[in-house]
């Protein structure tokens, strides 16, 4: 499996941007897909994911300011990030979960196998 992330950029605060994740090889629509961000000097964090039956979840950081969609037919996963703020700078990473599904969207990093490359999100005060 294959992730392509992009979209990423310099935005004001208060602003929104669009990632976008495109996946090749495997089932994607079998696949619980997540979005995870690395900030400098700190640890990958969780975002949001999304099931493959559209059950979705959120890190208390971004409830009601960022969604999660998918589009099976584009093997895509979208992240949709409004009403940014300077501390959402990070490199923001794509992944998808392969393994059993359990119902609910992990929030673990270790659950996720396969990883994009990253892109950019830069918010400035």
């Known amino acids: 499996v294959q992730l392509q992330a992009s979209g990423g950029g310099l935005v004001q605060a208060g602003g929104s941007l669009k990632l976008s994740c495109v996946a090749s090889?495997?089932?994607?629509?079998?696949?619980?897909m997540g979005w995870f961000r690395q900030a400098p000097g700190k640890e990958r964090e969780f975002v949001a994911a999304?099931?493959?039956?559209?059950?979705?979840s959120f890190a208390d950081s971004v409830k009601g300011r960022f969604t999660i969609s998918r589009d099976n037919t584009k093997n895509t996963v979208t992240l949709q990030m409004n009403s940014l703020r300077p501390e959402d700078t990070a490199i923001y990473y794509c992944?998808?979960?392969?393994?059993?599904?359990?119902?609910?969207?992990?929030?673990?990093?270790?659950?996720?196998?396969?990883w994009g490359q990253g892109t950019q999100v830069t918010v400035s005060s």
């Open positions: 999304i099931t493959w039956s559209r059950s979705t």
């Open positions: 992944a998808a979960d392969t393994g059993p599904f359990l119902g609910i969207p992990s929030s673990r990093k270790s659950s996720y196998d396969y």
């Open positions: 090889g495997g089932t994607f629509n079998s696949y619980t």
